[in-house]
């Protein structure tokens, strides 16, 4: 081999002129383009041989190579395909390949290839009657077999790491067998009525399966909504209110609206705009995603929404700048990206819903005083400290040498390639913007955001432009399913009083509050740490604020103050179940393992501190503004 280069203006002819490539949606020929790559190989050089893993697919651009197979040989020249086994389900080759003069070809990856297999149906059937064609001679001696017979390597044994999660399922089923039922019995000792120590237990069970990651996320919700069903603890109306809740409705339709978002091509179409205008840098790529997030976080009024739309934008910006998967700068983008749409939301009002809630816990004075604007600027500087903070903490951690290879030339032939807007990106482009205009007048119309977004995809699916096989695969019904189980959970505790007995646990809390408040918030951040252990975000803050709030006024407090805390404490978390739109974000791409987790999770317990802090540094300026 004598060189490597990135494709130019000719790849884009041979793929447009190419039998099969032609008949390719142009965005996905846009996102394989910075992939392809231009070989050179030497006469008389073998390129793979028989039995190798077929990994790559080649276009000859120049030259002629010779397949060699059981019966005979076949010769392949200019603008030829080879190496097609990579496009079928063959997992190594069955030829071998050697050049006969001078070669030049493009090279395609399986993996990248993947989209396309994906979002055009037939294309893998055209290259595998490609592949029986060109070896027809001896297409007897190729069996289905030949598809997964694979020489047992080391690769295929069980890794340490395998036998050791294995190690520790079994050790959480023993421990979810075994504190289930102590569970129960201390509800009895404890005097709780039947049906709130029976969901003790089934509480008990469900956190231990999700801690222990038993199984997956959504399984838990199942059992504890089967047995709370079964044994009567709650009605169905109560322990299924999650299916017919508001949040349910607006984060489907909302994922609903981010699947059209990428298969019409605007959000991949949006990112190449973005990274022609940005610097070419790793801290512009970073700065545009988590700015992109902030932007976006007082307008969708959902953290779910936010990473649905935002998750599918990294994956692309980590394959079209070749950043390394699982490296520190991949890394380093998810969690500027993930920042960006979370870390924030308790400055704006209109971030999530249970900011309402608790402003609906204050006094009528109170309310009306702290409105979008009020709320914002007295946020703004507990905002701007966490951002000071966290963008110190990330540009030394996070350290690399690791360059972003962005070509302006490269982006702009995409650009290109996709050619004008298409009605599906205008139709979904419409869509978005109807969206985030309702959500801004929501003052004039009263229309509640969960319908208004529950309209738009219905629009989307009257006109063809969300497509019924893609609402089926492409939405998050897993993710939908465990929303919808953790509020029912959240309902059946409130149903059998479980939420009555913590709150009447933490009222004592009350000396500190009036005469320690620095020493209160530290307390009060321990309690929602451990709350969080067991119930949700939402669940928690409710909580809380239920049992805090109508106590503010009497220790002297401004209750903004205490909700604001209380809004920003609640969003901590350091396990990956307490967290459904980190889940959301880790199913959207760690799936491609385009971050290492291990760090990822590592950095949020410092950004659960830098939220602690940034509460502590804007006390002077509280007292300074007489809200303290």
Wanted: glycine share 6%; aromatic share 12%; proline share 3%.
């Amino acid at each position: 081999m004598v060189d490597n280069v990135k494709a130019d203006e000719e790849v884009v002819s041979y793929l447009l002129n190419d039998d099969v490539f032609s008949g390719v949606n142009r965005r996905d020929l846009a996102y394989i383009l910075p992939h392809v790559v231009v070989q050179q190989f030497s006469e008389l050089q073998t390129i793979y041989t028989a039995g190798d893993a077929a990994l790559h697919l080649y276009i000859v651009t120049k030259g002629e190579v010779k397949l060699t197979y059981n019966a005979g040989t076949v010769k392949v020249g200019k603008n030829e395909k080879f190496a097609m086994e990579s496009c079928t389900d063959f997992k190594r080759y069955v030829t071998t390949a050697t050049t006969v003069t001078d070669v030049t070809v493009l090279k395609l990856s399986r993996d990248k290839m993947s989209m396309l297999f994906a979002n055009n149906s037939g294309i893998k059937g055209k290259f595998f009657f490609s592949l029986l064609e060109s070896i027809s001679c001896s297409q007897d001696n190729i069996s289905l077999e030949s598809k997964d017979v694979v020489t047992p390597t080391k690769e295929d044994e069980p890794s340490k790491d395998d036998k050791k999660g294995e190690h520790l399922k079994t050790t959480g089923w023993a421990l979810v067998c075994l504190f289930s039922p102590i569970a129960v019995w201390l509800g009895y000792i404890y005097g709780l009525e039947v049906n709130a120590f029976l969901f003790l237990g089934i509480l008990t069970a469900t956190i231990g399966m999700w801690v222990f990651k038993l199984v997956d996320e959504f399984v838990p919700g199942i059992f504890a909504i089967l047995s709370t069903l079964c044994l009567g603890i709650s009605p169905p109306e109560v322990i299924l209110s999650g299916f017919v809740s508001d949040g349910f409705f607006m984060a489907m339709s909302v994922l609903g609206l981010g699947t059209v978002l990428i298969t019409s091509g605007l959000s991949y179409r949006f990112i190449l705009l973005m990274m022609l205008k940005l610097p070419k840098s790793q801290f512009g790529l970073n700065l545009g995603m988590f700015s992109l997030g902030v932007v976006l976080t007082p307008i969708i009024p959902t953290a779910n929404g936010r990473v649905a739309l935002l998750g599918p934008f990294l994956n692309d910006i980590v394959d079209t700048t070749y950043l390394k998967y699982g490296g520190r700068a991949a890394t380093k983008l998810a969690i500027s990206t993930f920042a960006g749409t979370t870390m924030l939301s308790g400055m704006f009002i209109t971030s999530k819903s249970v900011n309402f809630a608790v402003l609906g816990m204050m006094p009528l004075q109170i309310q009306e005083n702290f409105q979008w604007l009020s709320w914002f600027f007295s946020a703004l500087v507990t905002g701007i400290i966490t951002i000071l903070i966290y963008s110190i903490v990330v540009h030394f951690i996070f350290k690399n040498n690791e360059t972003v290879d962005i070509s302006e030339a490269q982006i702009k032939k995409q650009i290109n390639l996709l050619g004008r807007l298409s009605f599906q990106e205008w139709a979904t482009l419409m869509g978005l913007s109807l969206f985030l205009l309702g959500i801004l007048t929501y003052s004039l119309h009263k229309i509640q955001p969960p319908w208004l977004a529950m309209s738009i995809l219905y629009g989307l699916l009257i006109f063809g432009t969300l497509k019924k096989k893609d609402f089926k695969e492409k939405i998050d019904w897993p993710f939908l399913i465990y929303l919808a189980t953790v509020v029912g959970i959240i309902s059946t505790m409130k149903s059998v009083g479980l939420d009555t007995m913590i709150a009447n646990k933490l009222s004592t809390l009350f000396y500190h509050m009036r005469y320690n408040f620095n020493l209160f918030i530290l307390i009060l951040s321990a309690i929602i740490f451990i709350l969080r252990l067991a119930i949700p975000i939402n669940a928690v803050i409710v909580l809380v604020a239920a049992v805090f709030m109508p106590l503010a006024d009497l220790a002297g407090i401004n209750s903004w103050i205490l909700g604001f805390i209380i809004l920003v404490l609640g969003e901590m978390w350091v396990f990956p179940y307490q967290c459904s739109y980190y889940m959301q974000f880790r199913e959207v791409s760690l799936k491609k393992k385009i971050y290492d987790e291990r760090v990822f999770l590592s950095f949020n317990i410092l950004v659960n501190i830098i939220k602690i802090i940034s509460i502590y540094a804007s006390l002077p300026y509280w007292k300074m503004s007489g809200l303290l």
